[in-house]
């Protein structure tokens, strides 16, 4: 398994979860990881990527000064710090690696098996 999600919970709007994000050191030192999350009915949406290699990140508006995108390069784990959570940020959340810094989901090619977060 190449890339393994927790930290997932229900939560009340306001809180904060912080996700994390194992990944096998191979797909860790070869791609940029990023966070995308699917809401019931809905497409999945790019949250945040990282650039394993240089730092370098991107958020989506949509998260951008609530969630912070982060990574433990000596446990090869990103994170997924999100604050003030509120109801319309349930969802499933999956990491993912891929060859570029994108937040477009399709670009990603190795998935982990997601971890849900409610809000309620």
């Known amino acids: 398994v190449q890339l393994v999600e927790s930290g997932g919970g229900s939560v009340l709007s306001g809180q904060s979860l912080t996700l994390s994000c194992v990944v096998s050191?191979?797909?860790?030192?070869?791609?940029?990881i990023g966070w995308i999350r699917q809401s019931a009915g809905k497409e999945r949406e790019g949250l945040a990527v990282?650039?394993?290699?240089?730092?370098?990140?991107l958020y989506a508006d949509a998260v951008k000064g609530r969630f912070t995108i982060s990574e433990d390069k000596s446990k090869f784990t990103v994170f997924l710090q999100m604050n003030n959570l509120q109801p319309e940020d349930t969802a499933m959340y999956y990491c993912?690696?891929?060859?570029?810094?994108?937040?477009?989901?399709?670009?990603?090619?190795?998935w982990g098996q997601g971890t849900q977060v409610t809000v309620s």
């Open positions: 050191e191979n797909t860790y030192s070869r791609n940029n």
């Open positions: 993912a690696a891929g060859r570029t810094s994108t937040l477009v989901p399709v670009r990603y090619t190795i």
């Open positions: 990282i650039d394993t290699r240089s730092g370098g990140t």
